[in-house]
């Protein structure tokens, strides 16, 4: 299973030119990845390094103006989590339930609501249109999916009225003007319950996955509704890679606890709230 984690605690160790700041994240031994994805994020003025003691990374900059956006950028690592898998970089945008309690968050509470389950089982609009917008002011807020020029999603499993991740790429590619690529399963059977390694999962997962040939060249953010192991993601990772893509970001709209290294909410104080809600112009630029 991949290694999860989120920043757990960040201090200006000063404001002015040259500014410092210390990241505390959690697991420790994400140290390394935490600060790796900060050097690929962040302007190249800045420098990042891992510190001490284990589980700090150090940041500083002799040019002030970058103080309040690495500073945000922080803030929403630490809201969400970050996962360490075959992505060039992969977050949710928060726990789907809690492990310590057995019960879901309030975003595993509006995803589940937004999924479409057939029957009496429909999905919700008004949820969607939260969990949409959620996503959207979450993406707006990261410098790494400025430089994504396309969006995919997670095929489904089951032809249905109203696919969660769909809809999510339909809405990323019309609001923030991302060409919409399709990804295509021949697999007809629920993926979560392949046995097998995730690596071996992953890799038969892939096989059964294609992705448009517009993803020749293009960075891809590839979205989905619930990550759990990690294989259907990597599957599609694969997929657009195979088809020719440079670069592939992956979101996924929550996350299981049960694979997240022993981080439940309890734990850090890890927020159980709904990512903050942004309204766009009719440019699609995020307004307020």
Excluded at 87 to 99: D, R, T, Y
Excluded at 195 to 218: V, Y
Aim: glycine share 8%.
């Amino acid at each position: 299973m991949p290694d999860c984690g989120r920043v757990v605690e960040i201090c200006l160790g000063r404001s002015a030119a040259p500014w410092q700041l210390r990241v505390s994240v959690r697991p420790t031994d994400m140290q390394d990845h935490f600060a790796a994805l900060l050097r690929r994020a962040l302007p190249s003025e800045i420098e990042v390094r891992a510190g001490t003691p284990a589980g700090s990374v150090l940041l500083a900059s002799s040019r002030n103006e970058h103080v309040e956006s690495t500073c945000a950028f922080l803030e929403l690592l630490r809201d969400s989590v970050t996962i360490d898998d075959d992505a060039l970089i992969s977050h949710a945008l928060g726990l789907h339930w809690f492990a310590d309690i057995k019960e879901r968050s309030q975003l595993g509470d509006l995803v589940e609501q937004a999924k479409d389950y057939g029957g009496n089982n429909s999905s919700d609009p008004l949820a969607v249109e939260q969990i949409q917008n959620a996503a959207l002011g979450w993406l707006a807020k990261h410098p790494m999916t400025r430089s994504v020029n396309a969006v995919a999603a997670i095929p489904g499993i089951q032809p249905k009225d109203f696919d969660l991740p769909a809809g999510l790429a339909d809405a990323v590619s019309h609001n923030l003007g991302k060409r919409r690529l399709r990804l295509r399963s021949r697999n007809q059977s629920p993926q979560k319950r392949r046995s097998g390694s995730a690596a071996s999962g992953a890799r038969s997962l892939g096989a059964l996955m294609n992705a448009d040939r517009d993803a020749f060249g293009r960075r891809v953010l590839l979205v989905d509704d619930l990550y759990r192991s990690g294989n259907t993601m990597m599957a599609g990772v694969t997929a657009l890679r195979r088809a020719g893509a440079t670069a592939v970001v992956c979101l996924a709209l929550t996350k299981t606890a049960r694979d997240c290294n022993g981080l439940p909410a309890s734990v850090d104080n890890w927020p159980d709230e709904l990512p903050e809600m942004v309204g766009f112009d009719d440019s699609g630029l995020p307004s307020g």
